[in-house]
């Protein structure tokens, strides 16, 4: 009898050790809710479409400037606005140790965002995406997907509608849409709608989507202005790397300056092109800043100087701030660079221009 009870006795310990240690294991799968990291074990990430396009390059260049600033590298992941192969890139870095690992991502499309975001969130993996969510998609759903950024599109869109208007007076516009299956294109053109409807002797001729791409906008453009003739006065851009493209195709057709463009974006090419009066007007959402905040706010929770549980809902998904650039700020925007201390803790939710809802 005393026999069978020692025996018992040390299955119990047994068993709750096998208990205890299955505990601790699961902990470690979710330390990223701790908070635990060193900062120098952090694992940092950034994802966009392409190099190529100027603007998704300055948020590249921002991520690479604070990570530097807390002693470590950024891994730039690229997948050329294929969202099949961002899914591959994701799943792979989420298939690796995700207890310390950051991640600042740019969905290729609204569709794309909840795979993405269930993947971080059930590897414990901090995430902040910016501009393509579904509207029911929310980061205070979840654990991990600590905030979503982007940037009141119809209000950026109907900015440069206005300021299109004001430069022609009258006449006829054709316009480039982005890529329909974002919220930042969606939104963009309902902006220009409003502006139509405020400027009634504005005429929209035409509109296309070339996917924020350089080398389509300039095939777009080029078809237009055959089809439209003089018609066209301005070309209305949803972002600054198709109203590049619009600009080449009217130096191709003898209308440099003719012809009054505008774009979004603020990259340095389309600012000198405002500088040198070959385009009307663009709105900074500040790339390089884009890619700092994204990791930066990943790196406030992932080393515990923030806290998911201490967080205001609105700093959870949020317009940030964005500014209209003319002839007459141009300057203040001709290169991108970072603020060390926008990435500081206490301030990364500084730029918050209201809750997105």
């Not at 074990?41 to 392409?50: A, P, Y």
């Not at 991520?63 to 997948?79: H, I, M, W």
């Not at 298939?95 to 590897?123: E, H, R």
């Not at 709608?193 to 095939?219: G, H, V, W, Y």
Request: hydrophobic residues 40%.
């Amino acid at each position: 009898m005393r026999i069978a009870a020692i025996l018992s006795l040390s299955l119990t310990a047994a068993v709750l050790a096998g208990c205890s240690e299955q505990q601790a294991g699961a902990g470690d799968d979710t330390a990223a809710a701790s908070g635990a990291c060193e900062a120098s074990k952090v694992r940092l990430v950034g994802q966009v479409r392409n190099e190529s396009n100027p603007y998704e390059a300055s948020w590249l260049a921002g991520g690479d400037a604070f990570a530097k600033s807390v002693g470590l590298t950024q891994e730039r992941l690229t997948y050329g606005g294929d969202s099949t192969k961002q899914q591959e890139q994701i799943s792979q870095i989420l298939a690796g140790d995700t207890k310390c690992l950051v991640m600042n991502v740019l969905p290729n499309g609204d569709s794309d965002t909840a795979p993405i975001v269930k993947g971080a969130d059930k590897a414990g993996a901090y995430l902040v995406t910016q501009w393509n969510k579904p509207a029911d998609l929310k980061p205070a759903d979840y654990q991990t997907w600590l905030s979503h950024i982007t940037y009141n599109g119809v209000e950026s869109g109907q900015q440069i509608g206005d300021a299109l208007a004001k430069k022609i007076g009258s006449g006829g516009i054709i316009a480039l849409q982005g890529v329909l299956d974002t919220a930042a294109a969606k939104d963009r053109f309902t902006g220009l709608q409003a502006s139509l409807k405020n400027n009634p002797d504005i005429k929209l001729l035409d509109q296309q989507a070339a996917n924020f791409s350089r080398a389509e906008a300039l095939t777009v453009t080029k078809t237009l202005l055959a089809k439209h003739g003089n018609k066209v006065k301005g070309i209305w851009a949803a972002n600054d790397d198709m109203a590049l493209g619009a600009l080449e195709a009217l130096q191709q057709a003898g209308l440099s300056g003719k012809v009054a463009v505008v774009g979004i974006d603020a990259v340095p090419d389309a600012v000198t092109a405002i500088q040198k009066g070959d385009m009307t007007a663009t709105v900074s959402s500040d790339g390089a800043w884009q890619g700092g905040i994204g990791l930066a706010i990943g790196f406030c929770y992932a080393t515990g100087k923030l806290k998911v549980a201490d967080t205001a809902a609105d700093n959870r998904a949020f317009f940030a701030k964005q500014f209209l650039i003319t002839k007459e700020n141009a300057a203040d925007f001709a290169q991108p660079k970072t603020d060390p201390a926008d990435f500081e803790c206490g301030n990364v939710f500084n730029r918050k221009a209201g809750p997105l809802t």
